[in-house]
């Protein structure tokens, strides 16, 4: 079998199940779970890189934000997606290792804190749409307001905020990332999306407020690493059209043109597996070969062929 470099997204449930408080004994316990599909990959030789999202993270860091209001000044987004590609990478670090130990397999694992540059005139900075910490109510609204937060219903849960949510344009640390694969390390990168920053015109780098999609930025890494795959791990075995309808139907694979007219069509919603689809298509469109998108637990058998939807050229 030839060795592939691959670049692997953990989804959500990879740390927090549904239904759960998300206490760190439950994050460990999860995170410990998610690792027997990496272990496969690694022990197959293949040079893996694994991102991995930070939600419910970030959100709890919101919501300390406010309850700390009055004795200690609020992080920005960029210092709360660094603060969670150090906690998360942690976990997901120590739980790889160990792993890694118990299957006889000797390899380092790094978590690199990883800046994505962004452009600040990117539309999303005007129009902020992505939904960050908890519900609030209507009789809120003024006060979330009066913070000067852009407040907008998620429909039938309440109030959120939302922030921007800017295309990631380039990954500042991604020829050192390029550099421990070589040298066969397993790294854990662009955690939470990255931590958002624009480039000055002097080359200087300063934070954004504001988050960047997860898959959207495991999909530039994979291309300007030069990845063989992406691997996107979400809550299902394998994309569908017309999800949880009579007519309901899942896809092996689909080509760059059908996926694109089934964005246009609206089968992918912006909340779950439209940002997914969309990665996928900019990561083959930028020279990549194959993406495979599947639950957690089809991981290795999708990076072999037998599993997943796959998305080709």
């Not at 927090?16 to 316990?29: A, C, D, M, N, V």
């Not at 419910?56 to 603060?83: F, K, S």
Request: proline share 4%; hydrophobic share 40%; charged share 25%.
């Amino acid at each position: 079998m030839s060795k592939k470099t691959i670049v692997v997204a953990l989804g959500g449930n990879a740390l927090i199940e549904e239904g759960t408080q998300g206490t760190i004994q439950e994050q460990f316990e999860n995170t410990r779970k998610s690792m027997a599909a990496i272990v496969g990959l690694v022990k197959e030789g293949h040079h893996v890189v694994l991102t991995h999202g930070n939600g419910p993270q970030a959100g709890v860091h919101l919501i300390r934000n406010e309850a700390g209001a009055a004795q200690v000044p609020p992080a920005t987004l960029n210092v709360i997606v660094a603060d969670t590609q150090g906690s998360i990478g942690y976990m997901v670090q120590q739980s790889l290792m160990n792993a890694l130990v118990k299957a006889g397999v000797k390899k380092d694992v790094v978590t690199v804190v990883t800046q994505v540059v962004v452009d600040k005139n990117d539309p999303s900075m005007l129009n902020p749409t992505k939904y960050v910490g908890p519900f609030f109510k209507e009789a809120d609204l003024d006060a979330c307001k009066a913070k000067g937060w852009v407040m907008k219903e998620d429909p039938g849960r309440g109030y959120r905020r939302v922030v921007a949510s800017p295309i990631p344009v380039d990954v500042v640390e991604k020829e050192t990332i390029h550099e421990l694969l070589k040298g066969g390390k397993v790294v854990i990168a662009v955690g939470g999306g990255g931590v958002p920053v624009c480039r000055e015109a002097d080359g200087t780098l300063d934070g954004v407020d504001a988050v960047i999609d997860k898959d959207r930025a495991s999909a530039l890494l994979a291309s300007q690493i030069g990845a063989d795959e992406l691997l996107i791990l979400t809550g299902v075995d394998r994309v569908a059209i017309n999800f949880k309808k009579p007519d309901m139907k899942v896809l092996d694979s689909m080509t760059v043109a059908e996926a694109e007219k089934h964005m246009a069509d609206g089968q992918f919603p912006k909340g779950s597996m439209g940002p997914k689809v969309e990665a996928a298509v900019d990561f083959i469109k930028r020279g990549g070969k194959l993406v495979v998108i599947t639950s957690l637990e089809k991981a290795q058998e999708a990076v072999d062929g037998k599993a997943g939807t796959r998305v080709v050229k």
